[in-house]
């Protein structure tokens, strides 16, 4: 089993819409969890990290369970500059901790 | 904003041939790492940085790698007899003594071994 997995998509949506993201991680010992988004060719950039009781940050919501090791990304009112890969990261401990990040998944704004 | 940056932006090399990629982190920043991202692939843990040694190390960080902070501002990576496959997107991270985990990511280093 894969450490971190993602649907690779990818996923094509109208801008307006509503887009949900699913990740499932194996480790039962990961402490801090995070999305992040990439663009073609760039580094990547923390989106959101993501808690327990879960947390929203405007149109963006992250949900955490960890009795099923999934973690969730909900976009609403998607613009065309959402358009990115974004990535599920996993850590196993506080402190310095390597991430673990899954493949990513494409997503695609469409006007 | 601080912001990670990283030298050069892009590297050619021949197999068999030494490569040093520069890192500056975030001033205040005391953790350093470096991933891989090979193209179309996930990115990869290669190694973390603390108090001036290694940390932790991923099976990819072999004999061939070795890090170094010369100084007080540079984080290296150096990969002593470049192959094919090490051809990839190198990016630096570093966090600070606070954050609880957040790395922030350098724009990379796209390394290509011909």
């Known amino acids: 089993r894969k450490e971190v997995e993602q649907d690779p998509g990818p996923f094509n949506v109208p801008e307006g819409a509503t887009v949900a993201f699913n990740c499932t991680y194996s480790?039962?010992?990961?402490?801090?969890f995070f999305w992040y988004r990439q663009d073609c060719r760039k580094e990547p950039k923390l989106l959101m990290s993501v808690y327990s009781s879960g947390n929203e940050d405007g149109r963006f919501t992250a949900q955490l369970n960890r009795a099923s090791q999934y973690i969730s990304l909900l976009i609403r009112d998607s613009k065309l500059s959402d358009s990115a890969t974004y990535l599920c990261?996993?850590?196993?401990?506080?402190?310095?901790?390597?991430?673990?990040f899954g493949t990513g998944t494409r997503l695609t704004i469409i006007p | 904003e601080p912001e990670v940056t990283q030298t050069p932006s892009h590297q050619v090399t021949q197999m068999g041939q030494e490569v040093i990629l520069r890192c500056v982190p975030i001033?205040?920043?005391?953790?350093f790492y470096w991933y891989r991202q090979i193209l179309g692939q996930k990115v990869e843990f290669l190694v973390s940085f603390y108090n001036n040694e290694i940390s932790e190390k991923s099976e990819i960080f072999d004999d061939q790698f070795s890090v170094e902070r010369p100084d007080g501002s540079n984080f290296t990576l150096k990969i002593r007899s470049t192959k094919l496959e090490d051809s990839a997107m190198y990016f630096c991270?570093?966090?600070?003594?606070?954050?609880?985990?957040?790395?922030?990511f350098g724009p990379g280093t796209r390394l290509t071994v011909l």
């Open positions: 990261v996993v850590a196993a401990n506080f402190g310095n901790e390597k991430l673990t």
């Open positions: 480790n039962s010992a990961s402490q801090s």
């Open positions: 001033s205040n920043h005391l953790y």
């Open positions: 991270a570093s966090k600070d003594l606070t954050s609880t985990d957040t790395q922030y």
